[in-house]
């Protein structure tokens, strides 16, 4: 711990088996959320977090916990639960969402609605329903952390290898001023701090060219943390290179666009899982059990916490590492927020889509362990 030890963290020790954190739900550990007998929430948090969540019940949920904020509303769980009212709307030339759903995937199917102007209206309209509940489920000036659809894998031909930002920049890019424009008009509307986030970042060039696709798109950025009248913008750390250059990125940024980035969220699963070369989903060995906490992972996390914190940005740590106590500790005493699942329970939903919404809203592991397209199929195939 001697690591530890340099970067003024004392008193903290990993608990859990971080290497098998995506078996082991979160708010199943802390208490999230619970139905006691008489149907009321079970107890509040024990600790300050903000939540991870994706429907309007699971915000009205999170802040009845006491979760001070949205530390994580992922674009593509925003898409599967948003989806749920269009699967029998028929795209312009025939064939239904659904259909679309079950042959395309979910970022090809994303493609299809965006291009078919009455289903991409429909479906803005059911994400600002979402995002519209954030308002009224946090005090004035509370995070909202809305990060882009995140869709590939930098390890597979899905999406021609291509993941995050790279994915959405060369193959998605209406997909991000689509979002976007979403959240600014949820920030005009509402006094939340709404801020729009691109996923796996690597370089300096996708979060300009991701400036620029927004301006394109009639949406500019907050120039201060203070600046409700417009959205915040921010990316999610999980690579080492967005580590070791996040306070470059701002600096340039602010010099060069006026952008005060507000948030930055760090994914510890990806962030290890390119550290140190290992397979995300792969049992590992004994040793490396708590390889989250590998000395190389804890200096970028110090490095990033150092680079935030001194800018005045929010970093907030959204990955499955948070469930061990231990780890929460340590990423509190650097600097960073901690954001945790919350379950959002959706009682009506297409019988074709149950499955797609229970794993969507109830765990953190839908698009890592398969995607909408093959949840409907195990729903409706033999």
Same mark, same amino acid.
């Given at each position: ?61 999170? &802040? /009845? *916990? ?7 509303? #992922? !674009?593509?769980?925003? +898409? @599967?639960?948003?989806?749920?009212? =269009? ?117 300096? &060039? /996708? *979060? ?7 301006? #394109? !798109?009639?949406?500019? +950025? @907050?120039?201060?943390?203070?600046? =409700? ?154």
């Amino acid at each position: 711990m001697a690591f530890l030890e340099r970067v003024g963290v004392a008193g903290v020790q990993f608990t859990g088996e971080l290497a098998a954190a995506h078996a082991a739900i979160l708010w199943d550990e802390i208490a999230s959320w619970r139905t006691s007998a008489d149907g009321g929430a079970g107890p509040p948090l024990g600790e300050e977090l903000l939540a991870n969540a994706c429907t309007a019940d699971g915000f009205k949920r999170a &802040a /009845e *916990l006491g979760s001070v904020g949205l530390g994580l509303v #992922r !674009g593509e769980f925003l +898409f @599967a639960v948003g989806v749920a009212a =269009l699967v029998d709307q028929q795209f312009t030339g025939g064939g239904t969402v659904a259909d679309a759903l079950t042959s395309d995937g979910e970022w090809r199917t994303l493609c299809r609605l965006l291009a078919d102007q009455r289903l991409r209206r429909m479906l803005a309209e059911q994400l600002m329903f979402i995002l519209d509940a954030a308002d009224s489920a946090f005090p004035p000036s509370a995070p909202v952390f809305v990060r882009c659809f995140d869709y590939g894998d930098a390890y597979s031909g899905t999406g021609g290898g291509l993941r995050g930002a790279a994915l959405l920049l060369d193959q998605l890019p209406e997909a991000v001023v689509f979002l976007a424009n979403i959240v600014a008009e949820a920030q005009a509307r509402h006094a939340v701090r709404y801020v729009f986030a691109m996923p796996m970042v690597a370089t300096y &060039a /996708e *979060l300009t060219e991701t400036v620029a696709l927004a301006g #394109r !798109g009639g949406v500019t +950025f @907050a120039a201060s943390p203070d600046d =409700l009248t417009r959205p915040g913008f921010g990316w999610e750390v999980e690579t080492p290179a967005a580590c070791l250059c996040t306070g470059l990125w701002s600096d340039h940024l602010e010099r060069e666009y006026g952008i005060v980035p507000a948030l930055c969220g760090i994914g510890t699963n990806d962030l290890t899982q390119f550290t140190l070369a290992r397979p995300r989903r792969m049992p590992v060995r004994l040793v490396d059990a708590r390889h989250e906490a590998h000395p190389a992972v804890l200096a970028l996390l110090g490095t990033l916490a150092d680079d935030c914190t001194g800018r005045g940005i929010s970093a907030v740590l959204s990955g499955a590492a948070g469930e061990d106590p231990g780890y929460r500790a340590f990423a509190r005493q650097l600097g960073f927020l901690v954001s945790c699942p919350i379950p959002a329970l959706m009682t009506v939903a297409h019988d074709r889509l149950t499955p797609v919404l229970t794993q969507a809203v109830a765990a953190d592991r839908l698009v890592d362990a398969y995607g909408v397209a093959d949840a409907i199929g195990r729903g409706t195939r033999h």
